[in-house]
C-alpha cells in the first residue's frame, strides 16, 4: 500500500491551462504539503495545512491554489500555467505539525512540464 | 538571507570506503537537521534526524554529526555499496512549525 500517493504522475499542458494534482496519504498523519522541485533540484516547499487549516503559504504565485477536503487529501490547483512552472511537484505528510523535528514523507512526484 | 549548501558536485567513491558528505548554513539557527535519501524518479526518503544539542548520531552504515558552531553536519556512510547511490538532502527544521528548508543535495555513485 502507497502510504501518500500522488496522481497523476505526469502532466504534460500547454501554457495558459488550468491543472490540478492530486494528493492523498493513508498514514493517518495531520499535516500535509507540497514542494516544488526546480531543475536544479532545489526542493522547496510551497504549502502545507493541518487538520485542513493552512499553517504555511510561502511566497507563491496566487495562480496556485492548495485545496484539502479532508486531512487525507490535499490537493494543488495551477491557473493560467507558465513555462516556468515546468518542475516536479512533490505532496509530504508528517504526523502532527505543530511541532519541529518531524519525519516527512513524500510522495512519488508529479512531473509538470508546460509547453 | 538563509543558505544551506551542500556539494553540488557528484561524489564518486569506491564501493567499501566511506563517503563523506557536507551540508553547511548560513543565517539559521536550526533546532533540527534531517538527512533524506532521493533516487532518480522518486520521492525523499527520511534517513536520519539530529537535534542542535546531539553531536552525533548513528543509523546502520549511517553517521551524522552536528556542529551548531561550525553551523555544518557532516554525513558519513560507511562500508559503501552500489546501492547506497543517489542523492542526499539534508534539511534544516527551526524550534517551532514544521518548517523543512532544504539543500541542493549531493548525488553519490558507489563503484564496485
Known amino acids: 500500500d502507497t502510504a501518500v500517493s500522488q496522481t497523476p504522475k505526469y502532466l504534460v499542458t500547454q501554457m495558459g491551462n488550468d491543472k490540478s494534482i492530486k494528493c492523498e496519504q493513508n498514514l493517518g498523519h495531520d499535516t500535509m504539503y507540497w514542494y516544488k522541485q526546480d531543475s536544479k533540484k532545489f526542493l522547496k516547499i510551497m504549502f502545507s495545512?493541518?487538520?485542513?487549516?493552512?499553517?504555511i503559504n510561502e511566497t507563491v504565485p496566487n495562480r496556485f491554489s492548495p485545496k484539502s477536503p479532508d486531512k487525507a487529501h490535499l490537493n494543488l490547483h495551477i491557473n493560467s500555467l507558465e513555462l516556468g512552472d515546468s518542475a516536479v511537484y512533490f505532496c509530504?505528510?508528517?504526523?502532527?505539525?505543530?511541532?519541529?523535528?518531524?519525519?516527512?514523507?513524500f510522495g512519488p512526484g508529479t512531473r509538470l512540464l508546460v509547453l | 538571507s538563509q543558505k544551506i549548501e551542500q556539494n553540488s558536485e557528484a561524489l564518486n567513491i569506491q564501493e567499501g570506503k566511506t563517503a563523506t558528505l557536507t551540508c553547511n548554513y548560513t543565517?539559521?539557527?536550526?533546532?533540527?537537521l534531517q538527512w533524506y535519501r532521493q533516487d532518480p524518479g522518486r520521492g525523499p526518503v527520511f534517513l536520519l534526524l539530529?537535534?542542535?544539542?546531539?553531536k552525533e548520531k548513528r543509523k546502520e552504515r549511517l553517521k551524522v554529526t552536528f556542529d551548531t558552531t561550525l553551523k555544518q553536519s557532516l554525513f558519513h556512510i560507511t562500508a559503501s555499496q552500489p546501492a547506497d547511490s543517489a542523492t542526499y538532502l539534508c534539511a534544516l527544521n527551526k524550534a517551532a512549525g514544521n518548517k523543512l528548508t532544504f539543500g541542493g543535495g549531493t548525488r553519490v555513485l558507489v563503484k564496485p
Open positions: 495545512y493541518n487538520n485542513k487549516e493552512l499553517i
Open positions: 543565517n539559521y539557527s536550526p533546532a533540527y
Open positions: 509530504a505528510s508528517s504526523r502532527r505539525g505543530g511541532g519541529a523535528g518531524e519525519t516527512q514523507y
Open positions: 539530529i537535534r542542535e544539542n546531539e
